[in-house]
């Protein structure tokens, strides 16, 4: 069964600065995608990032970025010149892609970071 | 655009009691899945539909019974509520085979709060 595992349970940082969000999955497939989802106070699941396993290269959206590890299998999201819109619950997110007839593509979450933007 | 949505936004009930939760996906997208979030929680997978048909179960209680309608809504009923139902409850849509370039599209949620 594959799990996702966020190790860093709340963060706190200034507003402008860059944070980085951790993030290990652990996976026999070969063939997956991995999301950021950002949730704020209003409880909306939001997507911010989206990564094929297949893409070597890291995805990027304005000021979000990951860095994609396969081999060691890790999915860090990095948040560049933060605002105080960032302050959310971010949630990192697994889900197989080779599903064609046992149709096991839910997604799987991790436990979730709490980030607070400071002013 | 057209987003999922979910009704009714916030629902009360007693223990014992019987809650219907509904879905109304994005237009053209066959597939359904719904979501438990209890408070301080991550998402946890419930069961999903593609084509009207159960694809996948997860860790849905026997109380709890779903399925997809001909339209492609859906609907979570619940019944014998308990005080630990009390959660947001997500509903996400796909056009099936569709999810890495399309991923999942989340309603805002239903809040069920058991008394």
């Known amino acids: 069964a594959q799990t996702v595992t966020q190790s860093q349970p709340e963060m706190s940082v200034q507003e402008a600065e860059t944070v980085t969000l951790s993030c290990t999955y652990d996976?026999?497939?070969?063939?997956?995608?991995l999301f950021w989802y950002k949730q704020p106070p209003s409880r909306q699941m939001i997507l911010v990032i989206r990564?094929?396993?297949?893409?070597?290269q890291n995805a990027t959206e304005n000021r979000f970025s990951v860095n994609f590890q396969k081999a060691a299998k890790s999915f860090s999201l990095k948040i560049s010149d933060s605002q105080l819109g960032d302050t959310a619950m971010y949630f990192c997110?697994?889900?197989?892609?080779?599903?064609?007839?046992?149709?096991?593509?839910?997604?799987?979450f991790g436990k979730g970071t709490r980030l607070h933007i400071l002013p | 655009a057209a987003g999922v949505i979910q009704s009714p936004r916030h629902l009360i009930k007693e223990k014992r009691e019987t809650a219907t939760l509904k879905c109304y996906p994005i237009?053209?997208?066959?597939?359904v899945y719904w979501y438990q979030q209890g408070p301080g929680q991550d998402p946890q997978f419930l069961i999903s539909?593609?084509?009207?048909?159960?694809?996948d179960k997860g860790s849905i209680p026997d109380r709890f019974s779903a399925q997809q309608f001909s339209d492609y809504h859906s609907e979570l009923n619940m019944s014998s509520l308990e005080l630990g139902d009390s959660a947001l409850y997500f509903c996400?849509?796909?056009?099936?085979?569709?999810?890495?370039?399309?991923?999942?599209?989340f309603g805002n949620g239903t809040r069920l709060t058991v008394t």
């Open positions: 996400a849509s796909s056009p099936q085979g569709n999810v890495g370039y399309s991923p999942l599209h």
């Open positions: 996976t026999s497939e070969n063939n997956y995608y």
């Open positions: 990564q094929e396993a297949y893409k070597q």
């Open positions: 997110a697994f889900m197989n892609a080779d599903s064609d007839m046992n149709r096991d593509d839910k997604i799987i």
């Open positions: 237009p053209r997208h066959d597939t």
């Open positions: 539909f593609y084509e009207k048909m159960q694809s």
